[in-house]
């Protein structure tokens, strides 16, 4: 009969079509911890382009939060968590509460108290400035795709539009931000967590930045018990 904590958990998927699958277990051994755990699917960047994934992400935090009797949901204590291309998403979502164009319909605000990002993209153009084994520029990229199927560079307007940084600002109350990156990720540089923290310090914003040492793209140290307590403790601070 206990309420308790939500955490919404985007699973990255380079934007493309998510295998929910992928983090069900490490999912589901958080939620051992006291949690309810809800996985978020998005629509694929070929069957909708930004910011489709940050309208259904909301779509769904809304529906949960409607459901929060049935589903043993403490109103008052939501955070937003997600990997790669989900923590982008996840971190849209926060930032960008009360914007109507990031909303497929009218309802009641997410009351996020926290927000967690693994090693998430924050700036599309600038991925390919760090070494990545990946292209992140060409219409067929995952970033491309994002914006429609066209190049990021050749589309900096579009490109624009998914940068985080450019929705934090002095004025916008921002839940507290936990960043968890590793300094040897072959698909998101590093330099991607940086940029995001150094703008929410400027900003006068409540982050925490973890480097992983020699940590790659989705490595399962991610999952390990002492990152989950580092996530856990930095949570439970946040939501009260």
Do not use: C
């Not at 009969?1 to 490490?26: C, H, M, V, Y």
């Amino acid at each position: 009969d206990e309420k308790l904590p939500l955490a919404i958990f985007i699973p990255g998927s380079a934007w493309r079509k998510q295998n929910i699958d992928d983090t069900t277990a490490q999912m589901a051994n958080f939620a051992r911890r006291g949690f309810v755990v809800a996985q978020i699917e998005y629509r694929a960047s070929s069957v909708a382009k930004f910011p489709a994934q940050i309208r259904d992400t909301r779509t769904a935090a809304r529906f949960l939060l409607s459901h929060a009797e049935e589903f043993h949901i403490d109103k008052e204590r939501v955070f937003i968590w997600g990997d790669s291309s989900g923590a982008h998403t996840a971190v849209m979502t926060a930032l960008t509460e009360g914007d109507p164009y990031f909303a497929d319909e009218e309802g009641e605000a997410l009351p996020i108290k926290a927000i967690v990002d693994y090693y998430g993209p924050t700036d599309i153009a600038k991925m390919n400035f760090e070494p990545s084994i990946m292209d992140h520029i060409s219409s067929d990229s995952p970033e491309g795709m994002l914006i429609g199927g066209k190049n990021v560079l050749e589309n900096p307007d579009l490109a624009d539009e998914t940068v985080v940084m450019n929705y934090i600002t002095k004025e916008k109350e921002i839940a507290p931000m936990l960043i968890i990156h590793g300094d040897k990720d072959r698909l998101v540089p590093f330099g991607q967590s940086i940029l995001l923290y150094n703008k929410m310090l400027e900003m006068g914003k409540e982050a925490r930045l973890i480097k992983m040492k020699w940590g790659d793209h989705g490595a399962e140290d991610f999952w390990s018990d002492r990152v989950f307590d580092i996530v856990e403790d930095f949570v439970r601070k946040s939501i009260g």
